[in-house]
């Protein structure tokens, strides 16, 4: 069973790693310059390939920040580990395996 402060652990621990992950990739999100001296036409290509990869990759590790946010918010009103949906209990191994769950497999199967 996963208590509240191994939840709160992980959760700050996962929202550490996803900034950080979002400042390395900061420059792939910049806009792409299109030089036509210094830059061919595939390398143009390629370069905004990456830029809309990194841009996705940016929303959803603003989702899974949102998520963590909010569970951790749970966690702060004594909320935490109940569905959000029925109201019923999330299974510890589901918080476990995802402590941003907000909820129960039956409801999250239904969504």
Do not use: F, K, W
Request: net charge negative.
């Amino acid at each position: 069973m996963t208590d509240d402060a191994t939840a709160r652990a992980q959760l700050l621990a996962r929202r550490a790693e996803l900034e950080a992950l979002s400042e390395t990739a900061r420059e792939a999100r910049d806009v792409v310059q299109l030089d036509q001296q210094s830059v061919g036409r595939l390398s143009r290509m390629d370069a905004m390939q990456g830029q809309a990869m990194a841009l996705a990759n940016e929303r959803q590790r603003t989702a899974e920040l949102g998520r963590i946010a909010a569970a951790l918010h749970r966690l702060d009103t004594g909320a935490y580990g109940d569905c959000l949906e029925c109201g019923d209990a999330i299974a510890p191994r589901r918080l476990a395996v995802d402590p941003a769950a907000a909820l129960c497999i039956a409801c999250a199967g239904r969504n």
